[in-house]
């Protein structure tokens, strides 16, 4: 694929309203070893060589991620004494398993695969391959929690009413934006004069 030809797919990507519009996109043209059922995939640019990338079901790569397939450090090594032929341009396949989510970004070099039930932290550097159910953070990523129980506790707080969530998606109510700033302000330092500093 041409540097033309993976903009003009970049941008067509980008603009294709919900998954299932993605995933039509995606699967017509080929542009990805597997794109599966209910991915949400945000960043702006289609990676290098994405027919290196799978994605599998029910999972979020968020904006600005980067899934690096290849690397160009074979243009420092060349020329080389080493190799009269030169060195190539090193490439790898990259795997983010069912049910993961890849945070804001986030890093994801080649060589690894992302397990099932994963949490990438915003801002982390995948090197390599990860372990199911887990939760994964750092430069570079380093596991910091387990899946299952970071699910349970999030049920828990949002079951007692401590975290604030909105009852349609990308749409926010004036009570659900009021909550909001009320379990803000009573989890947060307050000023001097005892009275928190966002909204009234």
Not at 29 to 45: E, I, K, M, R, S
Not at 83 to 104: A, K, L, P, T
Not at 171 to 197: C, D, H, M, Q
Request: glycine share 10%; aromatic share 8%.
């Amino acid at each position: 694929m041409g540097k033309m030809s993976r903009l003009w797919h970049s941008i067509r990507l980008f603009l294709a309203r919900g998954s299932r519009k993605k995933k039509a996109y995606a699967d017509r043209h080929g542009l990805f070893a597997y794109y599966g059922t209910n991915v949400v995939f945000q960043p702006h640019t289609l990676p290098l060589y994405s027919k290196l990338i799978s994605i599998h079901d029910n999972v979020v790569v968020g904006r600005g991620v980067e899934l690096v397939t290849h690397d160009v450090i074979h243009r420092v090594f060349n020329p080389s004494p080493l190799c009269e032929e030169g060195f190539g341009e090193r490439i790898g396949c990259i795997e983010i398993m069912d049910n993961s989510f890849v945070g804001n970004g986030a890093i994801v070099m080649y060589g690894v695969r992302i397990a099932e039930n994963n949490i990438i932290a915003a801002g982390s550097v995948v090197t390599r391959s990860t372990e199911p159910n887990s939760i994964y953070a750092g430069v570079p990523a380093r596991k910091i929690g387990v899946f299952s129980e970071s699910a349970a506790k999030r049920l828990s707080l949002e079951k007692r009413g401590l975290v604030p969530t909105v009852s349609r998606n990308q749409n926010i109510s004036e009570a659900e934006v009021g909550k909001a700033w009320e379990l803000f302000n009573s989890s947060n330092a307050t000023s001097a004069n005892g009275k928190g500093t966002g909204r009234k």
